[in-house]
């Protein structure tokens, strides 16, 4: 069974960065694509980026285009997310899963990394 954590998070002010990992612990996942989502309080999870197993072709959602890319180590079964030019509504908890060309999410989630932007 897949475990996955997230970590990276924190609190930074509106136009800092940060980058959060997620490793993906007791299977392989260089055949998956891997996206991150986030869920701010009171709101339902959303997508925010995918990015395919072989790491070549990417995906955003509207709202971080241009401020977030996604990549990945397969060698280290891990997923990145560097978050740049970041906003207030950016605050969220942020999790990784593996996902298919439908965006849904396949395994279990993690405990997920909260980011804080203050203004």
């Known amino acids: 069974q897949v475990q996955l954590v997230e970590s990276g998070g924190g609190l930074v002010q509106a136009g800092g960065s940060l980058r959060l990992s997620c490793t993906a612990l007791?299977?392989?996942?260089?055949?998956?694509?891997m996206g991150w989502f986030r869920q701010a309080p009171g709101k339902e999870r959303e997508f925010v980026a995918r990015?395919?197993?072989?790491?070549?072709?990417?995906y955003y959602a509207d709202s971080v285009k241009g401020r977030f890319t996604i990549s990945r180590d397969n060698a280290k079964n891990t997923v990145y997310l560097q978050m740049n030019s970041l906003k207030p509504e950016d605050t969220a908890v942020y999790y990784c899963?593996?996902?298919?060309?439908?965006?849904?999410?396949?395994?279990?989630w993690g405990q997920g990394t909260q980011v804080t932007v203050s203004s």
């Open positions: 899963n593996a996902v298919g060309s439908d965006y849904v999410p396949r395994w279990d």
């Open positions: 007791g299977r392989t996942f260089s055949n998956y694509a």
């Open positions: 990015i395919r197993w072989s790491g070549g072709i990417t």
